[in-house]
């Protein structure tokens, strides 16, 4: 094993620190911090009070942490994440942006499952800036969206 540690930190004594189900389970599950309640057609801020750190991976490969929904909360009632990309260097209290796409209030509880964090790995080179691309600048593919003919 590569020694990777990926840590957390209560900022709140009742937060309930990620957990996943299985060791099979790719995603933690996040709990809400405090009792609330979305409306119909519409988007809440749901508090963890938790905050995280990614692990660290030999370069050029690095680790952010990606919100994601809760298959059960979405089939049963039309919950969904938005914009849910965590960075290394963002290491404040996480939020879980929750829409609700149904035409009924969603009520939920101090503790409830809300979400799951996925760690993903990806890379990221340096970037080198060119005047032109010489392996390129002689095909076919020219021509942007729609080039092949398709």
Known sequence: ?????FTCKKSHPDAVIPTRATEYD??????????????PNN???IKTGISIRMPVLPKPFKVY???????GLSAKHNLEVGAGVIDRGYIKDLGVILYNHSFKTYYYKKGDRIAQL????????????????????????????GSTGN
């Open 118 to 145: 996925i760690l993903e790995v990806h890379i990221a080179p340096d970037i080198y800036e060119v005047k032109e691309f010489d392996v390129l600048s002689n095909n076919d593919r020219n021509g942007g969206f």
């Open 1 to 5: 094993m590569l020694g990777i540690n």
């Open 65 to 71: 942490g990606s919100i994601r929904s809760r298959s």
């Open 43 to 45: 988007k809440s801020i």
């Open 26 to 39: 790719a995603g933690y599950d996040l709990y809400a911090l405090e009792e609330g309640v979305i409306i």
